[in-house]
């Protein structure tokens, strides 16, 4: 299948979860990956699991310096990008934050600034170098926001404000690119309860504690079940092809109908990289 032939594409957060899964599926449909992530020894690992189709980079998404290393490394082996999906991502849930409220009124000033720093800096940089290596002959940039992008979640004021942050500036990302004529569309994702493994945080200690939490958040699913990396891998793969050219500035919510019939919000409703 070769949905991608030919193009070349870089994942952040492409070590584990949704990134890894996307990497997966877009080298099966043709693409070569460039997998980006501060996890080296995973990400190698998934590189060795699709073959020749992949390579990785180390890179920290917060940081310019390492974007830069990373585009002067893709100019001087393949001279171009097609498609960068923005994946990397943080929640508030991981174990650094633990134990630390994540509410507006509690959460420290260091937490909402690590929160944006990874969910929002990380894909402006993205967006701005992506934007440098396809310029010359177009491309697709896939940011990744979240149904808390659109919605308030009391518990988690930081990780909605990056969300939603990350929704608006693809917009603008894609109106930039449209009105300099670049040829380069920019979409975002908003997935909601999608099953990676920061769950195992707050999934609960014992098999029966796990199986509750599951029963409950499947309850306030209209679907009653969680997504899969996969389920977002595809649209990351419609996106990423030739078959999304006229769709840009939009965004696309994956979240088994919570937005379209409840109001309802989960404290911990979906997980990046």
């Not at 419609?238 to 939009?250: F, I, K, P, Q, V």
């Not at 109908?257 to 911990?268: D, F, K, R, V, W």
């Amino acid at each position: 299948m070769t949905r991608l032939n030919n193009k070349i594409a870089l994942i952040t957060g492409g070590s584990r979860g949704i990134g890894a899964g996307t990497a997966k599926l877009l080298a099966q449909h043709g693409a070569f990956v460039i997998i980006v992530d501060i996890l080296d020894d995973l990400g190698l690992a998934v590189v060795d699991e699709i073959g020749d189709n992949a390579c990785y980079y180390h890179l920290d998404v917060r940081q310019e310096a390492d974007w830069m290393a990373v585009t002067d490394a893709i100019k001087q082996r393949f001279g171009r990008l097609d498609v960068v999906f923005n994946n990397a991502g943080v929640s508030g849930f991981e174990p650094e934050f633990l134990g630390r409220p994540q509410d507006v009124e509690q959460v420290s000033l260091n937490d909402w600034q690590q929160i944006h720093a990874v969910n929002l800096d990380g894909v402006f940089l993205g967006c701005k170098y992506g934007i440098q290596l396809m310029k010359a002959q177009g491309g697709s940039i896939i940011n990744m926001s979240s149904r808390s992008g659109m919605v308030g979640i009391a518990q988690t004021a930081g990780y909605c404000s990056s969300k939603g942050a990350v929704r608006n500036l693809t917009k603008s990302v894609a109106m930039h690119c449209a009105q300099h004529g670049y040829n380069i569309r920019c979409n975002s994702l908003h997935p909601g309860a999608i099953y990676t493994p920061i769950w195992d945080t707050v999934m609960g200690d014992t098999e029966e504690q796990r199986t509750a939490t599951l029963n409950f958040v499947k309850r306030g699913i209209p679907l009653n079940d969680m997504g899969t990396p996969l389920d977002v891998a595809y649209c990351v793969l419609y996106l990423a092809s030739d078959e999304s050219r006229y769709m840009t500035g939009s965004e696309i919510v994956l979240d088994g109908g919570i937005m379209a019939g409840s109001t309802a919000t989960l404290s911990h409703e979906d997980s990046e990289s």
